[in-house]
């Protein structure tokens, strides 16, 4: 399956979009956790 440059483009900004929005939710759940973590001690 061959791409077009511009739809290659897109798919890869897609791709960076979704990586940086994960990583943002998962440190927030990670910190939330940790949080969790050091209240209960």
Do not use: D, P
Request: net charge neutral; glycine share 2%; aromatic share 14%.
């Amino acid at each position: 399956m061959k791409l077009t440059k511009s739809a290659q483009n897109t798919v890869l900004r897609l791709q960076i979009e979704l990586t940086k929005s994960v990583t943002y939710i998962y440190g927030k759940a990670t910190l939330t956790w940790f949080e969790e973590i050091f209240e209960e001690y």
